[in-house]
């Protein structure tokens, strides 16, 4: 009987929010939750409250063979924005990221997922939850691998851009809106968009009106990091905006490692594209507050890698910057990063970091640093990027004195570059570095 289904799912619905127990048993019932939609698949207040059950209590929904063809109909099905916002919420928890703990989807994608998302955003644009929800569907597709292009022809960034500018104040469609654009920003072409539509203004404005909500701006960060990466007049809108206050601000929240990452990330992109707000970022005490951060969260790779990125592109910028960034501590906290055997991505931030003290004279434990660099490429012979700063690293270390040569041969350094040019023979990166270092390693042979 439908009415006893309703009565169920209401009830469940309203007491789920206030109760552990009442949660546990709505995940235990999700197979029944389930079928209701499916059996009832033209009774829109039951597809409504069934959906958003599922986004509720969906812990243990992606397991469930068909849960996601389940939510597809019943968007399908929606006759209205709440129905539609319900089933939305459905697809995104049962569309789970994988590598968050929770298994990937047993079944794939349903076929046409991402056009019946995005019809239903364009059919109701203007609905608050609607958008939000479709964000955050189109955030958890993306996670399940699929292609940005896929998304961006069907029109779902003119909702989001439509959505940005008129619902700017409601906090959850921000912040999915700037979740969703940060996923799609790895495609150039939305990238571009993004500025040369005059959105940056809008998204700077959007992480103003929310600075003290850490996933807005975080979130904020790595979008502007994104499309900043193209475009030094872009970067400049982003800080004629307010970008790098905004980056200190996402830096301060120090409790939050991924937000403070995501503001390091920022300020490199910023510096990199604008060497001159190198003076504006040294005001804003960064070299402090990047060494600090390091040290607080040793074990975070997202920071450590960013934390490292943003000290080469300060220490590259100009002097008095370096002088600032290595009085705050710079040289241990890499060291010291170094030393722990990251993994490869947050080793090659550090190699960067390391290169750029090199390049400034700025280095003063060279003894201890020279066998790191060689066990960090004889560990990782194929990773390209490695294998690219690796024989940098150790050119400049050989090139300060025939006791730093000698110490560098003394551990494999000469064999270590070799075997990395023998293995990345067609990469010109790396045949420049290796040859540079080789000749730098042999200098004092006849």
């Known amino acids: 009987d ?77 006759k209205n924005s709440a129905s539609a916002a319900s089933a939305l919420e459905g697809i ?36 608050a939850r609607v958008v939000a929800a479709g964000c955050r569907a189109v955030e958890a597709l993306l996670c399940q691998g699929v292609a940005p292009q896929d998304v961006l ?14 619902q700017m104040r409601d906090r959850s469609v921000t912040q999915s809106i700037l979740l969703a654009a940060s996923r799609l920003a790895a495609v150039p072409a939305f990238r571009h968009s993004v500025g040369s539509r005059g959105l940056v203004p809008d998204v700077c404005d959007a992480m103003w009106l929310f600075r003290d909500d850490a996933e807005c701006l975080g979130t904020g960060c790595l979008l502007l990091s994104r499309v900043a990466q193209d475009s030094a007049a872009v970067a400049q809108s982003v800080v004629n905006k307010g970008g790098l206050d ?48 390091m040290h607080r969260h040793p ?15 300060m220490v590259d910028s100009g002097f008095d910057i370096a002088t600032a960034v290595v009085e705050a501590g710079a040289e241990s906290v890499v060291s010291a990063l170094l030393h722990s055997t990251p993994p490869p991505a947050v080793l090659s931030g550090g190699l960067r970091a390391l290169i750029a003290l090199l390049h400034r004279g700025m280095v003063q434990q060279q003894e201890v640093l020279i066998p790191i660099v060689v066990e ?71």
Do not use: W
């Not at 975070?300 to 890698?305: D, P, S, T, V, Y």
């Open 246 to 293: 905004l980056a200190t601000a996402a830096v301060h929240f120090t409790a939050d490692g991924t937000t403070v990452g995501r503001g390091l990330a920022l300020v490199t992109r910023i510096i990199q594209q604008l060497p001159s707000t190198a003076a504006e970022v040294k005001r804003q005490n960064m070299p402090r507050l990047v060494v600090h951060a």
């Open 92 to 127: 995104a928890t049962a569309c789970v990221p994988p590598g968050d703990g929770r298994q990937e989807l047993s079944d794939g994608l349903p076929p046409g997922i991402v056009k019946e998302v995005a019809s239903v955003m364009k059919l109701f644009a203007y609905d």
């Open 153 to 166: 022809q069907l029109g779902v960034a003119e909702v989001m851009e439509t959505a940005l500018r008129t």
């Open 376 to 446: 960090s490429m004889l560990h990782f012979p194929h990773n390209l990027e490695i294998q690219v700063l690796g024989p940098e690293a150790l050119g400049r270390l050989g090139a300060r004195s025939i006791i730093a040569r000698r110490a560098v041969l003394a551990v494999g350094g000469l064999e270590a570059v070799v075997a990395g040019l023998g293995a990345h023979l067609g990469v010109v990166a790396v045949v420049e570095n290796a040859c540079a270092a080789i000749a730098v390693l042999l200098s004092d042979n006849d």
């Open 299 to 313: 074990n975070h790779e997202l920071l450590a890698r960013s934390g490292c990125l943003v000290i080469a592109a």
């Open 2 to 78: 439908a009415d006893v289904v309703v009565a169920a799912l209401r009830g469940l619905k309203e007491v789920v929010p206030h109760s552990d127990k009442a949660a546990s048993q709505a995940e235990e019932a999700a197979d029944l939750i389930l079928s209701a939609l499916k059996v009832h698949q033209s009774n829109s207040e039951i597809q409504e409250v069934g959906s958003s059950l599922v986004a509720m209590v969906g812990k243990s929904v992606p397991h469930r063979a068909g849960s996601l063809l389940v939510m597809v109909t019943s968007l399908r099905n929606a």
